[in-house]
T-cell receptor, first 114, second 114 residues
Framework: QQQVKQSPQSLIVQKGGISIINCAYE??????FPWYQQFPGKGPALLIA?????SEKKEGRFTISFNKSAKQFSLHIMDSQPGDSATYFC?????????????FGTGTLLAVQP | ETGVTQSPTHLIKTRGQQVTLRCSSQ?????VSWYQQALGQGPQFIFQ???????GRGNFPPRFSGLQFPNYSSELNVNALELDDSALYLC?????????????FGPGTRLTVL
């Protein structure tokens, strides 16, 4: 019940296209769902996060769609750019718990071709 | 505002040895979490420290231990190193305000066990 499943493992998108990465979770106690971007040699950096009281959140070219009944959430990157090429991780956490530990997915390696 | 820093950047040890990794939290943060990221995988939660006390632990054996100091910097100690301990070790700091707080990751320490 602690797993977060992420797909696809890798993704190639043309510049200007839409990148879509999907995640699914099982633990209904999770109530905070962030997406992290990681470049080689760097630590993960928070991109955007959502709580289950909304179905969508948009920040610039990045949008999270959340489906509480299906226990799924996805990241959409609009107008993908070569600079977006990185590994993306979804994660989940239980807010307000004694420990705000993040449960990460396995990552998606995104390559945006010019 | 200074970010999360970790030292050393890279480290090579042999099986059975002990290692200490260090982390300086972002200014103003009172909570530090440690994660292990194996190659091609998402980060796995090791433990979290808040006010110098362990505040939650993941599925890691007791040979993984930590400390948090009064200035909120932290150490991760691993005894009796095994080959499978080879990974990127990430430190993340946050400000515990009773609800979920964004975790800011450092660049990590790359540990290789031979």
């Amino acid at each position: 019940q602690q797993q977060v499943k992420q797909s696809p493992q890798s993704l190639i998108v043309q510049k200007g296209g839409i990148s879509i990465i999907n995640c699914a979770y099982e633990n209904t106690a999770f109530d905070y769902f962030p997406w992290y971007q990681q470049f080689p040699g760097k630590g993960p950096a928070l991109l955007i996060a959502i709580r289950p009281d909304v179905s969508e959140k948009k920040e610039g070219r990045f949008t999270i769609s959340f489906n509480k009944s299906a226990k799924q959430f996805s990241l959409h990157i609009m107008d993908s750019q070569p600079g977006d090429s990185a590994t993306y991780f979804c994660a989940a956490s239980k807010d307000g718990g004694a420990t705000n530990k993040l449960i990460f997915g396995t990552g998606t390696l995104l390559a945006v071709q010019p | 505002e200074t970010g999360v820093t970790q030292s050393p950047t890279h480290l090579i040890k042999t099986r059975g040895q002990q290692v200490t990794l260090r982390c300086s939290s972002q200014s103003g943060h009172n909570t530090v979490s440690w994660y292990q990221q194996a190659l091609g995988q998402g980060p796995q939660f090791i433990f979290q420290y808040y006010r110098e006390e362990e505040n939650g632990r993941g599925n890691f054996p007791p040979r993984f231990s930590g400390l948090q100091f009064p200035n909120y910097s932290s150490e991760l100690n691993v005894n009796a190193l095994e080959l499978d301990d080879s990974a990127l070790y990430l430190c993340a700091s946050s400000l515990n305000r009773g609800t979920y707080n964004e975790q800011f990751f450092g660049p990590g320490t790359r540990l290789t066990v031979l």
